[in-house]
């Protein structure tokens, strides 16, 4: 519970209901309630709810404060520990003080630039697997299968293993996890009353142990030399003792969770966003067929991309992957001239800030043109950030946006996307931005339409 006794006067915010504030609003609300608080009330807003009292930040220098400049005095904190425990246990997303510090540097090689090369030729060769099942006027699910390729990508590039008889139950897991974690009830009541909600994230967090276990097992008799999980296996603590299984278990689950969700929700969005832009979809093409002809992409060719890697920032910048970043106080500070007892917690969300139109014109337009050298000098700092900042800034995000360039540049050389429905995609604020609905998209191969129109 925040201490609040010193305090003598709150940022302006919405007054809330009797005994829970306005915790259902925030909850509810979703990101358009962060978006009309902003709108508002401004850079710094209040609210209090039925344990505490929640601070918004959107101004890209008070964020700063909070992950970069004095983010010592900011933990995660009890609510997110609350939310993602259940799932992630105390891996690195989790972990605090040096529990993380340990995880991060046993994690940390797996993500080196010279490391992360070695994966370009398997992302590449496990896109072009995907195709092998495309075929010309097919419908699909473009998010079922971008989760799938991303979970097999992050599975053989970090875990060494062929995860096939795996995949139903890990996105069955994962998919009834995430929307649990946005119950109402989860928030009001206490954590031993038993809910609907609580029962799938256990049922949820008890399927990924038996996956993980069996990988462990795997790695126990043939280690590998690069892969974490073996390296967590040969890891010790600094007293000399192995990692607990319970440890290895955590830090391979959030692995696996975080590392394929974020990155193919963002191509999700990428493709809707292309679907609904053809001019840009056709600058894409156009500098794929420049630069690679016939030849899938390599790491070498990625700077020859330039307009590849626009097309997913601004992809990022609008349904950015994971939507809000929580950090709770662990002591008094000062923000915007505000005074920010110890205990409260302080909501910094990317959707709201990547939209603001003082940071960029016409912000609610797909234009990848607007990523210049000059733009970006021009940002504030922190005015993007889908991979947070700070010593917490996402240990993925060289792989993420390799990932996504790759997978990009190899489906676009081949396909075509249409959008099936002309219905906007809602966004579901998980821990990610979801969206609330499949994502259909009839397939056009484009070898077989040139064949056409040559025939003409």
């Known amino acids: ?14 007054t809330g209901l009797p005994v829970v504030g306005a915790m259902p609003y925030s909850v509810l609300g979703g990101l358009d309630f962060r978006e009309r608080m902003a709108e508002e009330y ?27 400049h004095n983010n010592t005095n ?66 699909r699910s473009i998010h079922d ?9 992050v599975s053989e590039a970090l875990f060494g293993v062929d995860i096939d008889r795996y995949v139903d139950d890990i996105e069955t897991a994962v998919g009834d996890f995430l929307p649990a974690t946005t119950s109402l009830p989860n928030f009001l009541l206490p954590e031993e009353v038993p809910l609907p909600s609580r029962r799938r994230m256990s049922d949820a967090r008890d399927t990924l142990d038996d996956v993980v276990d069996e990988i462990i097992q795997r790695k126990r008799r043939d280690p590998g030399e690069h892969d974490v999980v073996s390296k967590l296996l040969a890891a010790s603590d600094d007293d000399g003792n192995s990692l607990s299984e319970k440890q290895i278990r955590d830090e391979a689950i959030t692995l ?27 600058k894409l ?46 002591s008094t500070d000062e923000i915007g001239g505000y ?38 000098r021009s940002l504030p700092p922190l005015a993007y950030f889908p991979f947070g900042a700070g010593p917490r800034r996402c240990i993925g995000d060289r792989f993420a946006m390799l990932e996504a360039r790759l997978i990009l540049a190899t489906v676009y050389q081949d396909y075509h996307l249409e959008l099936v429905s002309d219905r906007n995609l809602e966004v579901v604020p998980t821990i990610t931005s979801r969206p609330d609905e499949e994502v259909r998209m009839k397939l056009h191969d484009r070898a077989s339409e040139a064949a056409t129109e040559t025939t003409r």
Request: proline share 8%; no cysteine.
């Open 1 to 14: 519970m925040s201490d609040q006794s010193a305090v003598d006067e709150f940022p302006p915010g919405p």
């Open 42 to 68: 401004g850079d710094i807003v209040h609210w209090e709810t039925h344990r505490d009292h929640v601070y918004q930040l959107n101004d890209p220098e008070f964020i700063g404060h909070v992950l970069v």
């Open 74 to 139: 900011y933990v995660k904190g009890e609510q997110f520990q609350r939310l993602l425990g259940p799932l992630l246990g105390n891996g690195i997303l989790n972990s605090e003080g040096e529990a993380w510090r340990r995880n991060r540097h046993l994690v940390q090689p797996s993500f080196h630039p010279d490391q992360i090369q070695r994966y370009a030729g398997m992302m590449t060769d496990l896109t072009e697997d995907m195709l092998d099942d495309w075929s010309d006027g097919q419908t």
């Open 145 to 153: 299968d971008m989760m799938e390729l991303t979970l097999r990508i």
């Open 256 to 282: 696996i969770t975080a590392g394929h969700e974020t990155t193919a929700v963002s191509l999700t969005y990428t493709t809707y966003l292309l679907a609904q832009h053809p001019s840009v979809e056709s």
């Open 285 to 330: 093409v156009a500098e794929l067929d420049s630069v690679l002809g016939d030849e899938p992409p390599t790491m070498a060719d990625l700077p020859k991309l330039p307009y590849t890697e626009k097309v997913v920032k601004e992809s990022m910048r609008l349904f950015p992957p994971v939507p809000g970043i929580v950090r709770e106080a662990k």
């Open 339 to 376: 005074t920010i007892p110890a205990g409260s917690r302080m909501f910094m969300n990317q959707w709201v800030v990547h939209r603001d139109g003082r940071w960029y014109d016409d912000p609610l337009a797909f234009e990848p043109e607007r990523w210049t050298e000059e733009f970006e």
